[in-house]
């Protein structure tokens, strides 16, 4: 069975940094990609960025509002990827899905994680 | 950037009945890179269809998709219970690369 598992979330101040974990299992870790996607209260989903393989540089790639200031890694010795979110905004609160790539679309989704900025 | 954009915002419907929910692009968008998710509250979004007509793993027949070019469509036959949710459509693009979703539609019991 496939899981994405969250951690990491919570309520922080403007300015602030905080750092999510993906934990995954159930499939091949080092061949996937993997794509953060938030969705703020009442609103659709939005892409946050990506990460490609290890052979593949681990490249990523990341929406306009968040560019300079978020950071996709990954470890694939643990199977986990990682969001590092720095100087927070309170646009920025939301819920945090770790999801699986595959051609353009997400498909395993986590549980999410939320993240409060918030004075 | 594409916009999409999905229509009605609101479904009425009642069980049995069958769901058209459109879903529109502001550019031409590869139909190999259109998707289809179901979210409930408190869940989340769950695939339905990706390549605009294939079903996800586990997903019933009676959840379909088409279009092409501007224009895609989820049709839910017989409505059950249980698909009674918000739906969005997404579309990847690259160049750079990025996704987009739609405003979603919620279907709900008339």
């Known amino acids: 069975e496939v899981q994405l598992v969250e951690s990491g979330g919570g309520l922080v101040k403007p300015g602030e940094s905080l750092r999510l974990s993906c934990v995954a299992s159930?499939?091949?870790?080092?061949?996937?990609?993997f794509t953060w996607v938030r969705q703020a209260p009442g609103k659709r989903p939005e892409w946050v960025g990506r990460?490609?393989?290890?052979?593949?540089?681990?490249?990523?790639d990341f929406a306009a509002p968040v560019r300079d200031r978020f950071i996709i890694s990954r470890d694939d010795s643990k199977d986990t990827v990682y969001l590092q979110m720095n100087n927070l905004k309170t646009e920025d609160t939301a819920v945090y899905y770790c999801?699986?790539?595959?051609?353009?679309?997400?498909?395993?989704w986590g549980q999410g994680a939320l993240v409060t900025v918030s004075s | 950037e594409i916009v999409l954009t999905q229509s009605p915002d609101t479904l009425s419907l009642s069980p049995g009945e069958r769901a058209t929910l459109s879903c529109r692009a502001s550019?031409?968008?590869?139909?190999?890179?259109l998707a289809w998710y179901q979210q409930k509250p408190g869940q989340a979004p769950r695939p339905l269809i990706y390549?605009?007509?294939n079903r996800a793993t586990g997903i019933p027949d009676r959840f379909s998709g088409s279009g092409s070019g501007t224009d895609f469509t989820l049709t839910i036959d017989r409505l059950q219970p249980e698909d009674f949710a918000v739906y969005y459509c997404?579309?990847?693009?690259?160049?750079?690369?990025?996704?987009?979703f739609g405003q979603g539609t919620r279907v709900d019991i008339k």
């Open positions: 999801t699986s790539e595959n051609w353009g679309r997400a498909e395993f």
């Open positions: 159930g499939f091949t870790f080092v061949s996937a990609w």
């Open positions: 990460i490609k393989r290890n052979t593949e540089n681990a490249e990523t």
């Open positions: 550019q031409s968008v590869d139909s190999t890179f």
């Open positions: 390549a605009t007509s």
């Open positions: 997404q579309e990847y693009h690259d160049s750079p690369p990025s996704w987009t």
